[in-house]
Every structure is written in C-alpha cells, then in structure tokens.
C-alpha cells in the first residue's frame, strides 16, 4: 500500500475513532479520574448496575485501535518535520526529531498502560495500583502526543512560508 493511501486511511480512522471514543456510551474517564480503590469501586458497580460495563470495555478496545492509529501519524510527522527544517537549515529543529518520535513513542505506552488498567479495573480489580495507575496516565495521555504534534504542525507551517512543500511521506 503506498504511503499517502495508509496516511489518509490512518487520519481518516483516528478522527473516526476520536468522534466515537468522546460519545457519552463509551467515555471512560469518570473511571480514569477515579484516583482511588474506593471510588473506582464505586464507578465499576454503577456502570455495572446500569450495564454499561460492556460498552465501557469496548471503549477500551477502540482506544487501542485508535492508539496505532495515531503513534504512525505521529512518528511520520515527526520524522518529517525533522527534515523540512533540516532542508531549511535549522539544526536544533531537525535534531529534535529523534527526541520527537520518542516522545510519540512514549505516548503509546502511557495510553496502552491507561487502557490495562482501565481493564484491570472493569474486570473487577479496584485495588491498587490499578486507579492511581489510570489516574496519572489519564493526565499524560493528551499532553504527550501534543508535543510532536506541535512539531510537526510548526514545520507544516515552515513549509508555508514561501518554499516549496516538501511531500510528506514519500522522501
């Protein structure tokens, strides 16, 4: 499959996966925001007293198949913002790309390590480290991705400054 094809089918299914995972059936982040054994006990009984567990979990599921969706997207833009300013002569700048796709990597595991215990805890293991665990990563989970996504962002707008754009994945 060419570059390009993949790079719209995978932005196409993120934005997808965003619009859905923020629907009130499958938003998990009261459990998230729970912090504690004894709150998210209570979240994991209400949800379950309303069956919307199973929702809930498949929600989870739907976060992991957002996650590689957007950890490519972010490594490719990444790594092309690192030559856009490496062609423009901006040393710093296209050095950081390395720093870059490691922070996009360190985004999945964050996000992968929200969603186990989120899991954990819709299995019914409310106990430590399970809601602190959910609860520090719920916090990092949208942070992080934000940085390389700003980098690249700041590149594409390098691009727009009166040179050429450079194509985006096929260099």
Not at 35 to 41: D, H, I, Q
């Amino acid at each position: 499959m060419h570059k390009p094809i993949l790079f719209a089918l995978l932005s196409i299914t993120t934005l997808v996966l965003l619009f859905v995972l923020n629907r009130p059936a499958w938003r998990t982040a009261e459990l998230s925001r729970a912090g504690t054994p004894a709150n998210a006990a209570r979240v994991v009984h209400d949800w379950r007293t309303a069956s919307e567990d199973g929702r809930k979990r498949l929600g989870v599921y739907l976060d992991f198949a957002l996650v590689a969706c957007y950890a490519p997207l972010l490594v490719w833009g990444s790594a092309w913002a690192g030559r856009v300013f490496a062609r423009a002569g901006s040393v710093g700048p296209a050095r950081a790309a390395q720093f870059m796709i490691g922070v996009s990597l360190s985004a999945v595991v964050i996000d992968v390590a929200e969603n186990v215990a989120l899991l954990k805890m819709l299995g019914g293991d409310t106990g430590e480290p399970w809601p602190r665990l959910a609860h520090v990563m719920s916090r990092w989970k949208v942070t992080v991705p934000f940085v390389p996504a700003v980098y690249a962002a700041a590149a594409f707008a390098a691009t727009r400054r009166g040179t050429a754009p450079p194509r985006m994945l096929g260099e």
